[in-house]
């Protein structure tokens, strides 16, 4: 399996800018998660996704962000407009659910993103 | 959810078992032990889970005391490459707790 895929790996945009970020989780997990790290604040949850549908987006930190989930393998998470204070590594996680044991999560690499 | 006490640093002998504590004395019946590592400018990487037994994999081992309230991480035979921040987070499996809470983790340095 190739893990959960996002890109771009590495984005550098100006203040203003719309910002989009992909993801694929893996095949057959229906648990997406959008995280946001920092030096300052560490690993947060952004918004996370059962069966396509958002089911807690209270980390989201304002307005200007948006998550979809359009179909089972792919969603995005949009910057819009991009401020510096949002530069950070953004990863995106999937799981499944259900089974006996706990729902191990799987994460992408991460795309950095650096407003200037 | 949870939470989790770790050491914020730890250092280890190359070829040296490394022992990462990580106290959840509030943690309920039905929350799981997972332990999480990331190696710098990587996604964290899933290690190890458990509930109650101590479990072991090719990475690791996870012995978790009888009351549930700590566990400990052992990596055997620690590499250069076992460098990184290790998270414990403990995470219910049912209804909307399947999001990690994460604290800051034990950055663990393998010395040669």
């Known amino acids: 399996d190739a893990g959960v895929i996002q890109s771009p790996r590495h984005e550098v945009t100006e203040m203003g800018q719309e910002v989009t970020l992909r993801c694929k989780p893996i095949?057959?997990?229906?648990?997406l998660f959008w995280y946001r790290q920092t030096m300052m604040r560490g690993l947060e949850l952004l918004i996370y996704?059962?069966?396509?549908?958002?089911?807690?987006d209270s980390g989201m930190p304002e307005d200007r962000f948006s998550a979809k989930m359009p179909n089972a393998s792919f969603s995005t998470l949009k910057i819009q407009p991009s401020e510096p204070r949002d530069s950070a590594v953004y990863f995106c996680?999937?799981?499944?659910?259900?089974?006996?044991?706990?729902?191990?999560?799987?994460f992408g690499e991460g795309s950095w993103l650096t407003v200037v | 959810d949870a939470k989790t006490t770790q050491p914020p640093s730890m250092d280890c002998a190359e070829g040296r078992a490394a022992n990462l504590p990580c106290n959840h004395s509030?943690?309920?019946?039905?929350?799981?032990v997972y332990w999480y590592r990331q190696i710098h400018s990587q996604g964290p990487q899933y290690i190890i889970h458990?509930?109650?037994?101590?479990e072991t994999n090719e990475m690791a081992s996870l012995i978790i005391t009888e009351d549930r309230k700590s566990s400990t991480l052992i990596l055997p035979h620690a590499t250069l490459r076992d460098t990184a921040v290790y998270y414990c987070?403990?995470?219910?499996?049912?209804?909307?707790?399947?999001?990690?809470?994460w604290g800051l983790g034990t950055s663990l340095a393998v010395n040669p």
């Open positions: 996680a999937s799981t499944t659910l259900g089974g006996s044991s706990g729902n191990t999560i799987y």
């Open positions: 095949s057959g997990h229906n648990s």
């Open positions: 996704f059962n069966n396509n549908v958002p089911i807690d």
């Open positions: 509030t943690i309920s019946g039905n929350e799981y």
């Open positions: 458990g509930l109650k037994n101590n």
């Open positions: 987070i403990v995470r219910g499996r049912a209804g909307n707790n399947r999001k990690l809470i």
